[in-house]
């Protein structure tokens, strides 16, 4: 009896994450298939291992969906991603995996503003 309140507890925080990060907005999930790269084959995972880096500040919950070189989204998915978000005049760039200037993206990608891309797991 004394392992079944233990797994109990164990499994009680476990439980009330599922709650809160549960979402009814199923429109909402994005699926890569019809993002706007579906070329896409996956998502990246958290590249601010330990600390956010000189061009990002600490932000909990600071979403999926960064400005990037290539896209800006006009609305996110309710999912809270990273705990980082690229400095004012700051964007992410999925090649390097970090913010940089947004004067130093390259000259020939024009940014599109889209309804969603999410760039992060």
């Not at 392992?3 to 507890?9: A, E, M």
């Not at 019809?34 to 084959?41: E, I, L, N, Y």
């Amino acid at each position: 009896m004394v392992w079944f309140k233990s797994l109990c507890l164990l499994l009680l925080p476990a439980l009330l994450m599922i709650s809160v990060t549960s979402t009814d907005d199923e429109d909402h999930i994005l699926d890569h298939d019809v993002d706007p790269d579906p070329g896409r084959m996956k998502y990246i995972w958290n590249p601010f291992l330990g600390f956010c880096g000189e061009n990002a500040s600490m932000m909990r919950c600071a979403g999926v969906c960064p400005e990037t070189c290539a896209f800006k989204s006009l609305k996110c998915p309710k999912f809270c991603g990273v705990n980082c978000v690229c400095k004012p005049n700051y964007v992410y760039d999925e090649k390097l995996q970090l913010c940089i200037l947004k004067s130093d993206c390259p000259q020939d990608v024009k940014q599109q503003v889209v309804e969603s891309h999410r760039v992060f797991q």
